[in-house]
T-cell receptor, first 112, second 114 residues
Framework: GDSVTQMEGPVTLSEEAFLTINCTYTATGYPSLFWYVQYPGEGLQLLLKATKADDKGSNKGFEATYRKETTSFHLEKGSVQVSDSAVYFC???????????FGTGTRLQVFP | NAGVTQTPKFQVLKTGQSMTLQCAQD?????MYWYRQDPGMGLRLIYY???????DKGEVPNGYNVSRLNKREFSLRLESAAPSQTSVYFCASSASNLRGDTIYFGEGSWLTVV
């Protein structure tokens, strides 16, 4: 069945460091791909998405490129801020069920 | 800009008790969802409603029932709570269940069953 694998956290960085959170998926066809972010005590919010191969989603300085050949959708940011501290979820949209499949989430902690 | 509102935010239940989590959205969305979030397991879909008047099971429906009361409201009921249902529950909605539609989440309901 469809599945997604994210790198385990927590990821601990100093402010202004470069961030990469890896995400790979197994799915039928070419699913749309999403990154959601969950700030402490809140629900999930859409961060960015890409709907076809080679698309790059971007928002708030974060980027992720849909890599069909490696079935990956890694999240990157060039310079993180303390306010980016949150849990990040990679979520492909299952071709079979039309439902999002969430990864286990990666906690990011950014220190001043 | 309320979006998706769910109540209660926190609840403690005894094993065997029943309760209903309420959810309402003000975005005129057709599709609504209930997820649970457990440590190390991401979010798992419990039930969803593609449109008013329809409901379908998700990945983990056992022990739950849902009601799509109208287009705005989608409730989740635990008839006889069990400790395994201790979790954070999220209601969500989207304009439709078509591929690529953004899903909007509520702030979560923390449920503890003792």
């Amino acid at each position: 069945g469809d599945s997604v694998t994210q790198m385990e956290g927590p990821v601990t960085l100093s402010e202004e460091a470069f961030l990469t959170i890896n995400c790979t998926y197994t799915a039928t066809g070419y699913p749309s791909l999403f990154w959601y972010v969950q700030y402490p005590g809140e629900g999930l919010q859409l961060l960015l998405k890409a709907t076809k191969a080679d698309d790059k989603g971007s928002n708030k300085g974060f980027e992720a490129t849909y890599r069909k050949e490696t079935t990956s959708f890694h999240l990157e940011k060039g310079s993180v801020q303390v306010s980016d501290s949150a849990v990040y979820f990679c979520a492909p949209l299952s071709y079979n069920t039309d439902k999002l499949i969430f990864g286990t989430g990666t906690r990011l902690q950014v220190f001043p | 800009n309320a979006g998706v509102t769910q109540t209660p935010k926190f609840q403690v239940l005894k094993t065997g008790q029943s309760m209903t989590l309420q959810c309402a959205q003000d975005m005129n969305h057709n599709s609504m969802y209930w997820y649970r979030q457990d440590p190390g397991m991401g979010l798992r879909l419990i039930y969803y409603s593609a449109s008013e008047g329809t409901t379908d099971k998700g990945e983990v429906p056992n022990g739950y029932n849902v009601s799509r009361l109208n287009k705005r409201e989608f409730s989740l009921r635990l008839e006889s709570a069990a400790p395994s249902q201790t979790s954070v529950y999220f209601c969500a909605s989207s304009a439709s269940n078509l591929r690529g539609d953004t899903i909007y989440f509520g702030e979560g309901s923390w449920l503890t069953v003792v």
